[in-house]
């Protein structure tokens, strides 16, 4: 018959054995899941700060266009305006801030347009826009110059915000 002590330390033997595999495994699967997850985080966060800037650049857009409804504003002005509307919050270096006639899109068969189109409308002296004509001030700034790690995948995205309105 074996001899108790002998035993009880083969169980402690055997325990810390198993205590030593256990934390071996747990550091494996930390170092397997641990990048993930902070992957996941760091894309809510850039996802969360690129959402905060489009809607800062449709109110910037919204701003200027509002301002430019006026008379007596100039384009320059406009544009002025939706850049330090902007400026608040990110560094407007490579913003491209658009100001133009829209009323080829004033028509009942007008189905809209895409960036590209409203981007090629003729631009405009809001100054000497006429009554009621139509206006649109659309800025756009791609994603890789505001984010907060830029990703290289992500190097063709680009946001923006645009706002129709008639001149007064």
């Known amino acids: ?3 108790p002590i002998h035993s009880e330390s083969r169980r402690t033997l055997l325990s810390r054995k198993q ?3 256990c934390r071996g495994t ?3 699967e930390a170092a397997f899941v641990l990048p993930i997850l902070f992957f996941f985080v760091l894309a809510l966060i850039e996802l969360g700060h690129a959402q905060m800037v489009a809607n800062l650049m449709q109110s910037a857009c919204r701003s200027g266009a509002r301002l430019g409804s006026t008379e ?3 384009t320059a002005q406009v544009s002025q305006r939706v850049h330090q ?12 801030v658009f100001v133009n006639d829209a009323s080829s899109m004033d028509t009942p068969d007008s189905d809209g347009s895409d960036a590209s189109e409203i981007e090629a409308m003729p631009g405009v002296e809001v100054a000497n826009a006429e009554p009621r ?3 649109v001030v659309r800025a756009t700034i791609p994603y890789n110059d505001i984010a907060l790690v830029p990703m290289p995948f992500m190097s ?3 946001l923006g915000g645009q706002s129709f309105i008639r001149h007064e």
């Open 1 to 3: 018959m074996p001899h």
């Open 19 to 21: 205590s030593e595999i």
């Open 26 to 28: 747990s550091a494996v």
């Open 72 to 74: 007596g504003t100039t």
């Open 85 to 96: 509307t902007l400026g608040s919050a990110i560094s407007t270096d490579s913003l491209n």
């Open 133 to 135: 004509q139509l206006i």
């Open 156 to 158: 063709g995205v680009v």
